[in-house]
């Protein structure tokens, strides 16, 4: 009798709903995978046949092109529908939408949407499995998991006891959310840091450390995780001025002096350069963000096989 884990999950809808197994789960498949992305590779034939189906509702630069070109890697054809273009518009219900897509013979849908909930939603109307690109201000599990994956190549496998500060728009981000589960299920320690509005102190109730000042936030910190201010979620103002966050929370070269020797830089993009993060800084030897879009692709060709297996 086999001891191997399984996977027993149509979905992944938030790293909240996983448990630590799973984690290295898709950590180890995409271990396996991560070589084959080698431009002198050929494509492996594990999604032949298959029809991925990208539904993106909110913009999208990185997390798209990675599903596609992960689920082209795995020889799967790749349709993506981005808003705009859908009936959606027309008024058609995302359930609807969900079910021709499922009738049109798709294998998997992949969504991004502005509503949080909406991939469980859509998880529980039809049959194929749904992959969560992002749901609202709630989860972004495949962020979480390509950080969680770079995090492990660059200090260890072992991520018991390092401890990783998450610096900026921490209130509406579901980067930080769904790393803020990952981090904690696998035993990091996490620090929260900016400004209060932004970081309220309830979120302590994660098991994570918020501090409002950065020099304490980032002196003991492994990894430092940027994110932008997400405005496009923001109905007031939460600060004065972009130029008040950045004189007070931005990382610049002087900020990043107060980091250990080794730490190092993430962000999961789009960087909105000098706001949140020097420019020079963003390019320098401590930057990890674009391993992590290439990273990006190994743990969505994870998802994709464990999901359609
Ligand atoms: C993030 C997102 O869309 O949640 N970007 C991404 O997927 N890499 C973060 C952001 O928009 O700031």
């Known amino acids: 009798m086999s001891t191997e884990p399984e996977w027993n999950r149509k979905d992944l809808v938030g790293i909240e709903d996983l448990s630590r197994e799973e984690l290295e789960m898709i950590y180890a498949k995409a271990e396996e995978l991560k070589p084959t992305l080698k431009r002198s590779q050929k494509k492996q034939p594990i999604l032949r046949g298959y029809t991925v189906v990208n539904l993106f509702m909110e913009p999208s630069t990185r997390t798209r092109l990675a599903f596609e070109i992960a689920a082209t890697r795995l020889s799967a054809d790749v349709i993506t529908v981005s808003g705009n273009a859908s009936s959606l518009v027309k008024g058609e219900s995302l359930r609807d939408t969900a079910m021709n897509i499922q009738a049109l013979n798709a294998d998997i849908i992949i969504m991004r949407h502005s509503a949080a909930g909406s991939a469980r939603y859509l998880s529980r109307c039809i049959d194929i499995p749904v992959i969560n690109a992002g749901d609202g201000a709630h989860e972004h599990p495949t962020q979480a998991l390509l950080d969680t994956f770079t995090l492990r190549e660059k200090l260890g496998k072992d991520l018991r006891g390092v401890k990783v500060t998450i610096l900026g728009d921490i209130l509406f981000s579901r980067v930080a959310r769904s790393n803020i589960w990952a981090l904690r299920k696998l035993g990091a320690e996490v620090t929260l840091a900016g400004p209060s509005t932004l970081v309220p102190k309830q979120f302590e109730h994660f098991g ?55 730490a190092i830089i993430m962000h999961p993009g789009p960087i909105n350069r000098g706001v949140e993060l020097d420019s020079v800084l963003a390019d320098s030897k401590r930057s990890v963000i674009l391993e992590q879009v290439t990273n990006g692709i190994a743990v969505r060709m994870a998802v994709l096989y464990l999901c359609a297996h």
């Open 208 to 262: 994570v450390t918020v501090i409002h000042d950065l020099r304490e936030a980032l002196r003991d910190a492994d990894a430092v995780m940027l994110l932008r201010i997400q405005h496009e979620r923001q109905s007031s103002t939460h600060f004065p001025s972009l130029g008040e966050y950045t004189s007070m929370f931005g990382l610049n070269e002087k900020r990043a002096n107060w980091l250990k020797p080794g």
